[in-house]
């Protein structure tokens, strides 16, 4: 069967379908409760604004209780889109925990597909994508993310789409898709980043060669034309998304008066205002004197320093009034897997060797991921003091998966060695699941 052309086809459906039961295994719990009580970490922001979106009746002590009028986005620190999916999934499947969630399934699931597609159009191997979706299906931090309202992984199959389509030579669609991701989160606009990252190391390989021939027009243009449309595309659907669900923050409006030169942006400038307002936000979000609470410093993710506990659910048993035991039934952690973690040391390294060595696509691809995903979030935590937390590694994660998988798949790996690392990988899977029990409690 192993030998059969279509194998790994059939193997990633299989791999995608545990992938898609592990993230919906008791997608109601926590359940939703009085007060906006039953959401796990974020959640409480975007399933409020959501909710406020749908038009859902909000209560007293809900994050957005009479934070702007009902049918608006009182988040405007984010785009819209995110939420406006959850709203319409609240509307169809009902104001409840499964239907804020199953969004969240549904796009993990598109971007397992698509980070095998990607591995793909940079000229890895079926089995070598098979293997890296593998890892991203049982990773914790894809996980976690890929089951839970929050907006990260909603932006993620835009960004490999797009990336993906530019690898493909489409650069119009690639900027199209990464203008779609950015209105989900606007942190999808690095793939910008990552495409410019992979022409600088093309260019450098063109300079190795000692070529006589230039590359052509365009060819050089590819990337401008990325980036151009990516920018003006994501101005242009924001001013939609604007005009139909108006952005607030502290009850007022936030798509005027927030740049003195967006008034001259016609059909921009209420897009231009709200970006504004989204900059302006996030620049005040600084860590002056190191990290407090569940910040870190970028370059802490790689050590899984500051894990991030979503949500805890403990059971405590007495007898005659005396605690016998406590346990923990449901145990939501922002963290990354650690046996792959520690091992996408060694396996950027090689890609940076092979990089060098090779000067392969997928290569510069890994490479490229990481400067244009990890190092903006690092340049700006190093010059600014910007608050950076682990899960802003979600983004990231795609580098390392295939790093990882190509590091495995080395014939200098003995096969035992990586039968073991698969077994230890496994029963961290196993360790970290957030559920203890099969009823959830």
Not at 177 to 184: H, I, P, Q, R, S
Not at 294 to 315: C, G, H, L, N, T
Request: net charge positive.
């Amino acid at each position: 069967m192993l030998a059969h052309r279509r194998a790994p086809l059939i193997l990633l459906l299989v791999v995608c379908a545990i992938g898609v039961g592990a993230r919906s295994f008791n997608l109601g719990i926590p359940p939703k409760g009085p007060g906006g009580a039953g959401t796990i970490f974020d959640e409480a922001y975007y399933v409020s604004a959501a909710r406020l979106i749908a038009g859902v009746p909000m209560s007293p002590g809900e994050r957005y209780f009479r934070a702007a009028p009902a049918g608006t986005d009182p988040n405007a620190e984010h785009p819209q889109l995110a939420k406006m999916v959850i709203a319409a999934a609240i509307e169809v499947g009902g104001d409840n925990a499964t239907a804020w969630r199953a969004t969240a399934v549904a796009f993990a699931l598109a971007a397992l597909l698509l980070l095998y597609w990607l591995v793909r159009c940079a000229g890895g191997g079926p089995w070598l994508a098979l293997g890296t979706t593998a890892l991203a299906s049982f990773e914790n931090l894809w996980l976690v993310s890929g089951r839970i309202a929050v907006l990260d992984i909603y932006c993620v199959p835009f960004m490999l789409a797009g990336v993906g389509f530019y690898l493909r030579r489409r650069p119009i669609i690639a900027g199209l898709l990464v203008a779609v991701g950015a209105c989900f989160k606007e942190v999808a606009m690095l793939a910008v980043a990552v495409v410019l990252a992979l022409e600088a190391l093309r260019a450098l390989r063109w300079l190795a060669s000692g070529r006589a021939t230039q590359p052509s027009l365009r060819r050089m243009a590819r990337p401008l034309i990325t980036v151009l449309v990516s920018v003006v595309a994501f101005a242009s659907l924001l001013a939609i998304l604007d005009a139909a669900v108006t952005p607030y923050s502290g009850g007022h409006p936030v798509n005027s008066g927030q740049g003195a030169l967006c008034d001259d942006l016609l059909l921009w400038k209420g897009s231009c205002n709200h970006i504004a307002f989204m900059l302006n936000y996030a620049s005040k979000l600084r860590s002056t004197g190191g990290p407090r609470g569940i910040a870190s410093y970028p370059w802490q993710f790689w050590a899984d320093v500051k894990q991030i506990p979503y949500f805890m659910e403990r059971v405590t048993v007495s007898v005659n009034g005396h605690v016998e035991r406590t346990s923990t039934t449901v145990y939501f952690r922002g963290l990354i897997s650690r046996v792959l973690l520690f091992t996408s040391w060694a396996a950027i390294l090689a890609s940076i060797w092979w990089a060098f060595r090779r000067r392969e696509e997928i290569s510069f691809l890994v490479i490229a991921w990481v400067v244009g995903t990890w190092l903006p979030v690092e340049a700006l935590s190093l010059f600014e003091s910007r608050t950076s937390y682990l899960y802003y590694m979600v983004i990231t994660m795609p580098a390392l998966y295939i790093a990882v998988a190509r590091l495995l798949a080395w014939p200098r790996i003995p096969r035992v060695a990586v039968a073991v690392w698969v077994a230890l990988f496994l029963a961290e899977f196993v360790t970290l699941y957030p559920f203890r029990t099969l009823s959830g409690h």
